[in-house]
């Protein structure tokens, strides 16, 4: 494993809690309830990815983390209400009982609101810091409003919905390809943007890693495609075969498992290629997205 990756996932983990706000004794019940999906576990990718675009456009681990932990923060909302029984209904997540199933449908969602609030919190919070340092200040809007964007209804939201209309139905390519880039990417997109944001990116590389992103982010959706028909329960810390029993729109079910392979391949050769001009110095982004590649062979 990418011990960059394995570097920044311990970084975020370590500071996980930091930014969730402190609570009276008498609402402990949402605290608790946000604690325990945060802390179960996860791949973390969203907080690597941007901890590791800032510190390769320059910047440091130190004045990225608060966005790290907000965007996971936001990663980890949106999968405690893609669990509940109107949208998806899992009774397992990160290999424990989802959310609602230990606290209850109205604290999950309470839960999930609860993280989303505080990631905005917590960037905001941060932002105070700089205002005598109008560059630095910007670096963070910038920051805050790629993650906004990408978590909202011109991102991760409109493929949710895209998502759940396509159920039972005939899907187009072109409405697949909408609702992948969007439930997925999106937030992948956002969080090696951000990062780059607040490491003084300049254009060609901004450009260069966004095209990364969407590569990856799209990899990543086919390949969870794919697992969700072969992978063990056990890795993914959640159950098998959840597309099929809903109908949902997916990559094998469309193109075939082979294909999508293929379609995982061609993905990962073209962001090797866009990032080849930075050589060793893009070894977290190229080795992460080979292990990805390599997950579903």
Known sequence: MNNDYLRYKEITEN????????????????????????TAGGKRIRPALLLGACEFCGGTVSQA??????????????????????MDNDDLRRGV?????VYGDAIAILAGDGLLTSAFEAMNKDMFLYFDDTGKLKQRIR?????????????????????IEAECRNCSKEMLDYIHINKT??????????????????DET??????????????FQIADDILDIVGEEEQMGKKRGVDEKKNKATYPCLYG????????????EEALDIMAPYYDN????????????NRTN
């Open 257 to 268: 498992m082979e294909r999508s392979r293929a379609k995982i391949r061609t993905l990962t």
């Open 65 to 86: 983390i608060t966005y790290a932990c907000a965007i996971e923060y936001v990663h980890t909302y949106s999968l405690i209400h893609d669990d509940l029984p109107a």
């Open 15 to 38: 500071h996980l809690l930091d930014f969730i706000p402190d609570v009276d004794l008498k609402s402990i019940t949402i605290y608790e309830a946000m604690k325990y999906s945060l």
């Open 282 to 293: 893009a070894e977290f982004f190229t080795s992460l997205i080979k292990e990805l590649e």
């Open 185 to 202: 990417a999106a937030m992948i997109i956002s969080a090696v943007r951000a990062g780059a944001h607040l490491g003084s990116a300049d």
């Open 97 to 101: 009982p989802t959310n609602h199933n």
């Open 143 to 163: 920051a805050s409003y790629e993650i906004a964007k990408g978590a909202g209804c011109r991102g991760m939201l409109a493929g949710q919905s895209a998502d």
């Open 206 to 219: 901004m450009e260069r890693l966004t095209e990364y992103a969407e590569n990856l982010g799209l990899a």
